[in-house]
DNA sequence: ATCAGTGCAAACGATTTGCACCTCG
DNA sequence: CGAGGTGCAAATCGTTTGCACTGAT
């Protein structure tokens, strides 16, 4: 069997690596914060022949997933589904309510990843991973209201 | 004209406030969680001629969060929405992802409210509100699975 | 009496699924 | 070659909306 170097250095093991995945992980990739499915499949050049169908964005996005290659988040807004790449650990976002822009946080205000919690409430209760969204007005739309 | 007392002893000024209202405002006080739409319409009972249309039921918690009675959040899980009584301030919880229970935290982990923000990323962002959702196995869940 | 609130059914948008065909490994 | 992946269209689910009727103030 001939010995071929992969293109893209890191991939799952054991499922197929598909143009239509790789491109799925690309736009992910570049993505400088969640999409949609919807977006992702709006990111699609048409010209390409690379319109691949919205069911297949969203089986892809299951996959990855389940490989823990992706986040997958609802939060309050538009109520779609957002998907990132699960990079260097968790990412916070700091939502503007006026613009919906989502900054995300250059360091999480929290420190308590799979620890034990201490609150009377949820006594016993094993934290394995937690998100964190704060909501208020980013520099931009305050300046616009400012008058 | 005469002067009646109003059995509720608080609702909002300026709304009719109909069996449906009282009831859907009713069961979220009772409840120990936040609910969707859909849980709140099981819970009227059709034997007492209450099951009110579902579009209702969307109607009220849409008038009910312009008022601000109440929150409004859709999270990781089962991507439905919940609604729950916007109470003393607000409310956190830990989810379980293995039995998917909401339990409220008796305190914020995170103090932060209305405040300047001090992330490199997000210069400038005042906070006005927040979220957190802690994931991660219950006590319960732990047990069960623990053979 | 009036107009906001309701019920019903139909519309809607995001996501999922069944099935035949295709393609990676 | 064969199992897994894809495309297409139809189904599903939660949620929203149009319209005629009802009921709270």
């Not at 995945?21 to 699609?44: C, F, G, H, M, W």
């Not at 990855?64 to 957002?82: A, C, P, Q, S, Y």
Request: negative net charge.
């Amino acid at each position: 069997m001939i010995e071929n170097k992969k293109d893209t250095s890191e991939y799952p093991n054991g499922i197929k690596w598909t143009k239509q995945r790789k491109r799925v992980y690309q736009i992910l990739d570049e993505a400088t914060q969640p999409l949609s499915a919807a977006q992702i499949y709006s990111r699609l050049d048409s010209e390409e022949q690379e319109k691949y169908a919205i069911s297949t964005i969203y089986r892809i996005l299951a996959v990855f997933e389940e490989l823990r290659l992706t986040d997958k988040t609802n939060w309050m807004g538009d109520g779609r589904i957002v998907y990132e790449l699960h990079r260097t650990g968790h990412t916070h976002y700091a939502v503007c309510l006026d613009c919906h822009r989502r900054i995300p946080l250059e360091q999480c205000p929290l420190h308590m990843n799979a620890c034990q919690l201490h609150d009377s409430q949820a006594e016993d209760f094993v934290v394995v991973s937690h998100k964190i969204e704060l909501y208020g007005y980013c520099k931009d739309c305050r300046a616009k209201h400012m008058d």
